[in-house]
């Protein structure tokens, strides 16, 4: 069965997350019984190896820094050489609730990529400024290419079924925003269908966050330079994957 937590494969990028790694990793056991998490440790210079072996993940040890994107790759490949039919992205800095995982892997009998949307109802999550501007422009765009309503395409918390396993573990960007922006594009295009369901989402339980106030105008420059990257990329052709 698809829509099964056994065969479903938390992948959770973490750079430098010693504080908040191994309670994150605990939650997901708890609220999810059955389910397996790789810790992708993208180059991280703390313990933060460590902190996930002793909470009972699989570790994935990458030498040097990658993003997200590059760690969400070694995920979609280890999924497939393993026989898991579904991946979530879980991060590692406590902002997604597991609980969630449920809702999102509900939609897997009608569709290829769940997202887990924070302006769809759920939550009080906000955000103000440049970033809210690229967040509302970009899911208008990607809204239109995905034939869908996206209200939060840059979401990290996703939940993919195996045609869109397959498709990433190939396909998956490493750019800066690939791993959100240009991976909706790649996935519209190869035909997966996208749909979206309302999460709540928390504040980060430890480490530093990504951005910051000063770095708001650039993060609204690089958001648009993504989506011009994803529209220039030529659409990929996805084969059929058998679902069992």
Known sequence: MVNSLEKTL?????FNEEESVRNVVLEVFEKLPGI????????SSDGTT???LAAGAIVARLPFNLGVGGAMRVGFRYALENG???VVQVDADGQHDPA???ALLAQLDTADLVIGARFAGEGEYTVK???RWAMVLLSKFLSRTARTTLTDTTSGFKMSGPRAVRLFAEHYPAEYLGDTIESLVIAARAKIVIVQVPVAMRERAGGRP???PVKAAAYLARAVL???FAIIRPPVKLQEVAVS
């Open 10 to 14: 938390v992948v959770m990028p973490a």
């Open 36 to 43: 397996t998490c790789l810790v992708v440790n993208d180059g």
């Open 50 to 52: 460590s902190e996930a």
């Open 84 to 86: 898991f039919d579904n």
């Open 100 to 102: 969630g995982v449920i």
């Open 129 to 131: 400024g440049p970033r």
């Open 210 to 212: 990504s951005h910051n």
């Open 226 to 228: 993504a989506l011009m």
